[in-house]
């Protein structure tokens, strides 16, 4: 019996860890990490290694699907791919005829495996591709681009050399990607010191030096307090803030009055513990870390946080620094010229975005831009109907709020394709269903990593697909086969492959070693003396003059937190390590080892309400109530109750997960429409729910 060892790319979770799957007689025996990249070592965390599990479950999508019944209603005819793919075809060249190519939308999970399915769309002649971000980390992004011009991946997250990491609303331990998790073990096994600043002690607090448990929504106030006292004792980097931070003046004066004793009263926080934290940053900088956070769809001002973190990470003179936020390279600085792109086969199209996003939003980045406008737009038909819509890797109506509204929204369209692996409320809805070979059976576009050691990267499959299920790029070829967009009209993943080659020097034999081309001898980082922000100053700016043109303030001054009315509680969500959003649930190693979500709530509270630890309650909003197991406990703040996203399916060809905890994006009446103005992501912590024990 011969095995053999495949590198590839894990797909359980956005974050798309290299592994090695060890096969034999086309069966997955082994799955570990790829040792060749970076901080892996040989580990994974446990939804990679259960995505072995998907590849026999009978309860994934296993055929084409086209809906018989109404939408919703679970009647399906099985069909051929031909079937399928014609049927989605016409459909989609009938929207093209009546209302333009711009009445086609797609949204996907965003990551580097997206140019075959943009340039699809390019291809088709419509602007409006939207990912999931504006449901997480768009306000991220929108702050790193109001300081240094550039986007929130243009630099790296160092943790290996960091002396000092502050994860805010943040929790690598349990919100995993695995070299992170590697790295920052390893560095704090050599003394690295970590901070957690959060609403409850996640695992990541279990381990920290430092926790600080903040009342929910007053992070600003906190790092208001951090800058002024870097600032007012003279504890910031000179060297760099002479260099590269402009407008250090107008921050000193808006920061005048925002003391840790200011904050103490708005956290929680005692002043005397801000104060020796931040003479700890000053030690250990530069080689500091402070995360400036990743699933930050949750305040409608969460846009300020971000940026006093990367304001905070430059005075610290972190931001550009080794163990720090050091700047990525790009293959282009390695020498290579980058993959080619098959979305440059065809023009952007000129035609304006729905969501607004670039013409009455022009404070936003355009590439993915925000999908809960693009929603609304489906709604009102403004600018322009948008009748069919292609979700791709996404799950909008377990992801964004108001799935009721959703659906209503989604009966305006002539058609709602879902692309997907596992069954999920939007497939369940949808009009036809086009099933995705899970990663370890499908081959992707190649993709390149920036980092501080840039590389590019080959997923293929390792066992042949067992159902009738298929991989992205030949779905899609499949579409522009039969929609004229004969470009992407491939039958041969090399033949893929090879086009994104062209002019790099690279070859898909270079992948056969490692699953990787590595684009630099080592770690490579930039010169301290002379980093370039991509900014009009070419510094690191404090005032965004974009924002300020647009009347919107760089520098907002701190509004306390709501706190809730008596017997309320602002709900709060977050990730565990062993599941991934909502679709592992119904995976049979995962949904046995985390079955449920159960309801975080104070001891005091949670006494006043005559609530026990285990004891199924009663979670309100508005009219909505579904029930829940409590976890009584004092390692919450006493403002918040806090779930796990992704549970509460109420599908039956889910049978394993099937109504087991609480959906918590059904908790958010209005907030679609709630959003934050300057970070464009939604809101979805601004929700206050009302727990009461079961009669
Ligand atoms: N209330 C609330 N809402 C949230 C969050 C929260 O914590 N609370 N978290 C937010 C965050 S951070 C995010 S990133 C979004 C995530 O939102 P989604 O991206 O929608 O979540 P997933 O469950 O990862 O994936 C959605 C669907 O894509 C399918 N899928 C997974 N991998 C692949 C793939 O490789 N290809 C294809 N074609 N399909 C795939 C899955 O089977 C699933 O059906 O949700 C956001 N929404
Ligand atoms: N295991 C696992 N890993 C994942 C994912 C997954 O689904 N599962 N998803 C991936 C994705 S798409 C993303 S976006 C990332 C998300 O990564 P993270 O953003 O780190 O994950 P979360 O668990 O959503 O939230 C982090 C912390 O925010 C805290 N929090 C909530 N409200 C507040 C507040 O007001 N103030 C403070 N200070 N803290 C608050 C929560 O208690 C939680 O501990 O994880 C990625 N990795
Ligand atoms: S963090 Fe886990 S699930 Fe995500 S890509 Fe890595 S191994 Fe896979
Ligand atoms: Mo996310």
């Known amino acids: 019996m011969t095995t053999e060892n495949v590198y590839t790319i894990c797909g359980m979770c956005t974050v798309r860890c290299p592994m090695v799957a060890e096969v034999e007689n086309s069966n997955i025996r082994f799955l570990r990490g790829n040792p060749n990249a970076s901080g892996m070592k040989t580990s994974l965390c446990a939804r990679g290694v259960a995505g072995k599990a998907l590849i026999n479950d009978n309860e994934r999508i296993r055929h084409p699907m086209i809906r018989d019944g109404q939408r919703g ?73 109001s300081v240094s011009g550039a986007g929130r991946k243009e630099v790296a997250y160092d943790y ?64 208001l307090a951090v800058i002024n006292e870097l600032l007012t004792k003279d504890l910031y980097n000179k060297d760099f803030a002479r260099k590269y931070i402009q407008d250090l003046e107008a921050l000193k004066s808006f920061v005048k009055d925002y003391t840790p004793q200011w904050a103490e009263k708005e956290t929680g926080v005692p002043a005397a513990q801000i104060s020796s934290f931040v003479h700890q940053l000053a030690k250990d900088a530069p080689a500091v870390l402070w995360h400036p956070g990743w699933m930050m769809a949750r305040y409608d001002t969460t846009f300020y946080l971000c940026r006093s973190i990367y304001i905070i990470n430059a005075l610290l003179g972190s931001y550009g620094a080794k163990g720090g936020l050091p700047f990525v390279n790009k293959p282009k600085d390695a020498g290579y010229s980058g993959l080619k792109k098959f979305m440059d086969l065809f023009e952007k199209p000129k035609e304006k975005r729905a969501d607004g996003v670039g013409w009455r939003y022009t404070h936003f980045d355009e590439g993915p831009g925000l999908a809960h406008l693009l929603y609304e737009a489906m709604e009102t038909g403004d600018p322009y109907p948008v009748k069919s819509y292609i979700a791709f ?77 298929k991989a992205c790029w030949e ?60 900014t009009k100053s070419g510094k690191f700016e404090i005032i965004s003059q974009k924002l300020e043109d647009l009347g919107m303030p760089s520098l907002k001054p701190y509004e306390s937190a709501q706190s809730p009315p008596e017997g309320s509680f602002r709900l709060t969500f977050g990730r565990c390590a062993q599941h991934t959003q909502g679709h592992t649930v119904n995976n049979p190693v995962l949904g046995e080892l985390v079955p449920e979500n159960v309801l975080w709530i104070h001891t005091d509270a949670a006494e006043k309400l005559h609530i026990e630890n285990n004891e199924t309650v009663n979670v309100s909003n508005n009219g909505y109530t579904e029930q829940i197991k409590a976890k009584v406990t004092d390692f919450i703040h006493p403002e918040a109750v806090f779930v796990l996203h992704g549970f509460g399916h109420k599908l039956p060809v889910e049978s394993r997960a099937y109504g087991k905890g609480l ?24 929700n206050f729910v009302k727990v009461s024990k079961v009669k």
């Open 160 to 223: 290996r050399n960091a002396k000092h990491v502050i994860l805010q609303m943040r929790n690598v331990f349990e919100a995993i990607g695995v070299q992170e998790v590697n790295d920052l073990t390893d560095a704090m096994n050599e003394g690295c010191r970590l901070t957690v600043i959060d609403i409850r002690a996640n695992v990541s607090a279990t381990k920290a030096d430092r926790f600080f448990m903040v009342r929910p929504g007053t992070d600003y106030a906190f790092n």
């Open 663 to 686: 959906a918590d994006n059904k908790f958010m009446p209005g907030a679609l429409k709630k959003w934050d103005p300057v970070g464009g992501a939604v809101a979805l912590q601004e």
């Open 73 to 145: 209603e679970g009647k399906w005819r099985k069909v051929s791919w031909e079937e399928a793919l014609d049927y989605t075809a016409e459909k989609l060249q009938k929207v093209v005829d009546q209302y333009g190519p711009r009445g086609v939308a797609l949204s996907d999970r965003g990551g580097p495996f997206r140019d075959f399915h943009r340039a699809f769309l390019r291809g088709l002649g419509s602007p409006n591709y939207v990912n999931h971000d504006s449901s997480c980390a768009r306000n991220v992004q929108h702050a790193a681009k």
């Open 393 to 469: 890797r996404h799950d909008p109506l377990m992801a964004y709020p108001e799935p009721d509204r959703l659906r209503q929204i989604f009966d305006n369209l002539d058609l709602l394709v879902s692309v997907t692996f596992t069954w999920c409320d939007t497939a369940w809805y949808a009009d036809v269903v086009l099933p995705l070979s899970p990663y370890l059976e499908r081959d992707s576009v190649l993709a390149a990593k920036n980092a501080i050691q840039p590389y590019f990267f080959m997923r293929r499959r390792a066992v042949e697909p067992r159902f009738d299920t």
């Open 475 to 534: 779905i899609f070829s499949g579409l522009a086969r039969r929609l004229g967009i004969n470009e992407l009209a491939y039958d041969k993943i090399e033949d893929v492959w090879n086009f994104q080659l062209q002019g790099t020097g690279v070859s898909i034999e270079d992948f056969n070693e490692t699953g990787m081309v590595k684009l630099t001898e080592g770690p490579v980082y930039k010169d301290r003396d002379n980093l370039k922000f991509g």
